[in-house]
């Protein structure tokens, strides 16, 4: 694994950034938010990795190493906070919706040609809008017993199909109620919630790169296009059409 690079602050800046293009291991002495007005995001932690488009941020603790990678052609920003006051919990990594209007405050955030007092209003607002944000995390915690990474593997390697805990038990060497209680220790869900996450995780990527939203459906297991635009808009705030078209 690659060494953990240390930027001691977290800059308040805004990219423009071509779809495949990633960010290595790298950690602040400050909190950061990231968000991308445009593409996809998907941020990879010691935790797990975390999925984020046009509705959803994520934030990053002080001190937690984090790398990006980016799908689609990206316009990416960065909010830095010192470590006093965070206006979210520091505890761990986390996924916030991002309303109207903090979306405006975190692209207007990184205008260099802002004077500092208008700045320290937008962000005395910024901060008032994050409070109430609810946290909404697309998440795939990082599995750490081998029984449990060889079926998270088995489960992503085959996306498209049906696959009950059962039978990935069967393959992983495992009882299935041993592997079901490893997914509620380890993951923090049951397998289905986990595998619900792992399918919007990969339907996020591949509509940003620009398959059909019935290509996607099928490639992520749903078994109607239906089911999975009703599933996806509950999870992402949008229709996988409004999401493709906002890539």
Known sequence: MSEI?????????????????????????????VYVSSGVLVVQTAAGS?????HRA?????????QHR???????????????????????????????LLRELLI??????LAPPEVRRIRAVMRDQL?????????????????????????????????????????VGAGERTLSR????????????WRTNLRLHSAAILLSGGESVTAVAQLCGWKTTSSFIEAFRRAMGQTPGAYKGRR
């Open 131 to 171: 409070a109430r944000s609810p946290q909404q995390p697309i998440t795939l915690p990082t599995p750490r017993d081998p029984r449990l990474v060889d079926a998270c593997a088995l489960a992503t390697d085959h996306l498209d199909e049906s696959l009950p805990l059962g039978g990935i038990a069967a393959q």
């Open 182 to 193: 490893l997914f509620r220790r380890e993951l923090g869900m049951t397998y289905p919630q």
């Open 5 to 33: 690079r240390h930027e001691s602050r977290a800059r308040t800046v805004a990219w423009q950034l071509a779809g495949g293009h990633e960010i290595g291991r790298h950690r602040h002495d400050d909190h950061q938010l």
């Open 58 to 66: 994520v934030w990053l603790p002080a001190g937690t190493w984090h």
């Open 50 to 54: 975390w999925v984020a488009a046009c």
């Open 70 to 100: 980016f799908y689609g052609a990206s316009r990416f920003h960065t909010v830095g906070f010192p470590t006093q006051r965070p206006p979210l919990p520091d505890d761990a990594p986390t996924v916030v919706a991002v309303s109207p």
């Open 108 to 113: 207007a955030c990184a205008d260099v040609d």
